[in-house]
């Protein structure tokens, strides 16, 4: 296997080290030192209570879609993107997959800031103004190069740290136990320092609840993924939440510090906690730098996973997928951290701080997303040994939508925007899958609930549209013969291109795939929707009657069968024999005559030979008005033309009927009425009059046997006069009347 291949990667960690530790770090994280006083100030205790139940709410439902998601498959390297790419597809993974790696990599900027800013509380003044870009910088240099060179080291040195927030924590609530206690502030004061209310306070909380992925991140590092990302991911977030309730409310009830210096920011004071803490600052700062240090360690671990994933997959040069002796992605390791260091140069990173959050929330969309539409999609693939309800899943994507709106609006609909731009680039690119996806599931199940309906309902002559099965040797040089029957049901009912080939399928069934992928090739090729298929016939005329009648199913038959012109007028003879049969099933009729490169005009003209409306009249009208429903035809213009004798008012007789035939049909077109005398013959005038038109439909008839071959040698002569001609023949549930 290529090196970097997920499935030769050394897993090595356990549930604790690989998932519990950074998920947990991460989420007790810095803004539990620093925002946690100003949220409780602000909010009141129960309305701090309610917030921290909503956010963490949302992410214990991700949580448990992730877990649903990673005891169904091999969760390989890239961890989020790895699922989300398995499940919903390559394009929307790395829609998603690649924001997901700029989100992590910020993170790391984020979090060097972070800490290069909270060491000047302890920076000596003698020294002058603490140079945070510089520390910054070096901190990034430090973090990619542990990361680089060991992920096993990068974990261990978390353990250290979650000793240092630990005693942070216990100083707290020592701190608070030895002090002077109050009945807490049950009632919010945001006229305090958060004047626009409830939402503002969510919109700050919410992100001290992310950062729980941090140990899917770690999938393709772990040794039972599928058990360990579920147990270590929920134990993660329901130990961030119980700590998060304890903490909030013993900031409550302590009565060192007033409501009031809760509700204040000093971005120059160390965080309000040391204030209240035993040893105050002595333990707070040291667990306030390990949280620090311990996220920008999981983004240094994540984001580079995420890129070799990335490239494995063939969304990014494949060099990012190379390992080192140690089995670390070394080449994405540098390439985050130099990408972290260049983000530096942007200074204030307050607005790329919400981006992220916005970023990351939308990950959660997508996780919560794939989770449902498994279950829905109720795929024989998808056992997930955690199984969890659809709406619990669809619950946590609607809320996690609704948070990015709250957070910013106008940085939620930029993220959507990169995403989806993301997604068309990734579409447009064609990617190859080698693996399946939920969408298969999804697409069944909504086909086989719109065909019962529609076996439910009784087809009327008003619902109908053609259903098309062209019959074409070669699509590729008969191109325009697909594209003309997509144009006649407008790109909403359904066009087949079949190729019957007549031999031995005993013999011959080894060379239907590659007919067939050369056929869907020549379709795609146009950008046309068609569906194809190859079948071995031993008698064309009567394999062709039983592929019409076998076609299609639960009131999506193919009612219109369409053919090509014939080389000959016994080729002609053997269509009409066919067109017999097929009429007396209720099956119309179709005979194209069209050159491979027709006439382009600004204007197109559609010239329709009518007889009346029993003589096909009806359906050649309709194929003609759709055809001018499409892009290609939009300004066509129909004209209605028909011969009479040249007999005194008959004439204004039937042009009088036609126009109150197109009022009742609301068919725009243009009525012409041509007399013919004896001198004049019949396929003269309609070749003079429709010389310049692009496409003329005209009637077709049914012969008798014993008129058989006089009559299609007539037809192929007459048809041979024009360079586009449609002969129709109706025989479907509108035959003799308009729709």
Not at 86 to 111: H, M, N, Q, V, W
Not at 364 to 381: D, Q
Not at 560 to 581: H, N, Q, V, Y
Not at 688 to 695: C, F, G, I, Q, Y
Request: proline content about 4%; aromatic content about 10%; hydrophobic content about 50%.
């Amino acid at each position: 296997m290529a090196e970097g291949d997920p499935t030769t990667e050394s897993k090595k960690f356990g549930t604790f080290l690989g998932v519990f530790t950074p998920s947990v770090l991460t989420i007790l994280g810095v803004m539990m030192y620093l925002r946690f006083g100003w949220v409780l100030g602000n909010a009141g205790l129960l309305h701090t209570l309610l917030i921290l139940c909503m956010a963490s709410g949302i992410t214990f439902i991700t949580g448990l879609s992730a877990s649903a998601i990673a005891t169904n498959i091999r969760v390989g390297v890239g961890g989020e993107y790895y699922m989300v790419s398995r499940s919903l597809g390559l394009e929307l993974g790395g829609a998603i997959g690649i924001p997901l790696f700029l989100c992590r990599t910020l993170s790391l900027t984020l979090y060097a800031f972070g800490l290069a800013e909270s060491l000047a509380f302890v920076w000596p003044a003698e020294w002058g103004e603490p140079p945070v870009q510089v520390m910054t910088g070096v901190i990034i240099l430090f973090i990619t190069a542990v990361a680089g060179k060991s992920a096993s080291l990068t974990l261990k040195l978390q353990i250290p740290i979650m000793i240092a927030v630990g005693l942070s924590i216990l100083a707290l609530v020592a701190g608070v136990m030895t002090g002077p206690l109050h009945m807490p502030s049950l009632e919010p004061s945001y006229e305090r320092s958060a004047p626009s209310g409830f939402w503002l306070v969510f919109a700050v909380f919410f992100p001290a609840v992310t950062g729980f992925t941090a140990g899917i991140g770690m999938s393709g590092d772990l040794k039972h993924p599928r058990k360990s990302i579920p147990i270590g991911t929920i134990l993660a977030v329901v130990t961030g939440f119980v700590t998060y309730a304890v903490i909030l409310t013993l900031l409550s009830v302590t009565g060192k510090v007033s409501g009031q210096q809760l509700a204040t920011l000093d971005p120059n004071a160390p965080p309000i906690w040391a204030n209240i803490a035993i040893l105050g600052v002595w333990l707070i700062l040291p667990g306030m730098w390990g949280a620090i240090l311990s996220s920008a360690f999981g983004s240094a671990l994540g984001g580079p996973r995420v890129l070799q994933a990335l490239a494995t997959d063939g969304l990014v040069p494949g060099i990012l997928a190379k390992l080192s002796k140690s089995g670390q992605p070394t080449v994405a390791t540098w390439v985050t951290g130099g990408i972290a260091l260049l983000a530096v140069l942007l200074g204030d990173l307050n607005a790329v701080g919400r981006l992220v959050t916005v970023f990351f929330l939308t990950l959660y969309v997508t996780i919560n997303l794939s989770a449902a539409l498994e279950k829905l999609a109720r795929e024989p693939s998808y056992r997930p040994r955690f199984n969890l309800p659809a709406w619990v899943s669809l619950f946590g994507c609607f809320a996690a939508t609704a948070v990015m709106f709250l957070i910013n609006p106008l940085f939620c609909l930029a993220a959507i925007f990169l995403e989806f731009l993301l997604l068309f680039y990734l579409r447009r690119k064609s990617l190859e899958r080698r693996w399946g996806d939920v969408w298969a599931g999804v697409w069944n199940g909504l086909a086989r609930f719109a065909l019962l309906r529609l076996r439910n309902t009784e087809s009327l002559a008003r619902n109908w549209r053609p259903h098309i099965l062209l019959f074409t040797a070669n699509p590729d040089h008969r191109r325009s013969l697909v594209r003309l029957a997509s144009g006649f049901n407008q790109e909403r009912g359904i066009v087949t291109v079949c190729r019957a080939v007549v031999g031995d399928l005993d013999q011959d069934f080894r060379k239907i795939p590659a007919m067939q992928q050369e056929m869907e090739e020549a379709i795609d090729k146009e950008g046309l929707a068609a569906f194809c298929e190859v079948n071995i016939v031993r008698n064309f005329e009567e394999g062709v009657i039983n592929i019409t009648q076998a076609n299609g199913y639960a009131g999506l038959q193919s009612n219109t069968i369409m053919f090509g012109w014939p080389d000959d007028a016994e080729g002609m003879a053997r269509l009409l024999r066919i067109c017999s049969t097929a009429s007396r099933l209720n099956i119309s009729c179709l005979l194209a005559k069209l050159e491979d490169t027709p006439t382009i005009r600004q204007k197109r003209l559609l010239d329709v030979w009518w007889r009346g409306k029993q003589y096909n009249g009806d359906m050649m009208l309709l194929l003609g008005h759709l055809l001018t429903l499409n892009t290609d035809w939009k300004d066509g213009k129909i004209r209605l033309r028909t011969i009479v004798a040249n007999k005194r008012g008959e004439k204004e007789a039937v042009t009088y009927a036609l126009n109150e035939l197109i009022q009742e049909a609301r068919i725009p077109a243009d009525i012409e009425v041509f007399t013919m005398d004896q001198s004049t013959h019949l396929f003269d005038l309609m070749q003079s009059h429709s010389r310049n038109a692009d496409l003329v439909f005209m009637g077709l008839k049914i012969p008798e046997d014993i008129e058989l071959f006089e009559y299609a040698d007539t037809l192929f002569k007459l048809g041979n006069r024009f360079s586009n001609i449609v002969f129709v023949r109706n025989a479907g549930k509108f035959a003799g009347e308009l729709i």
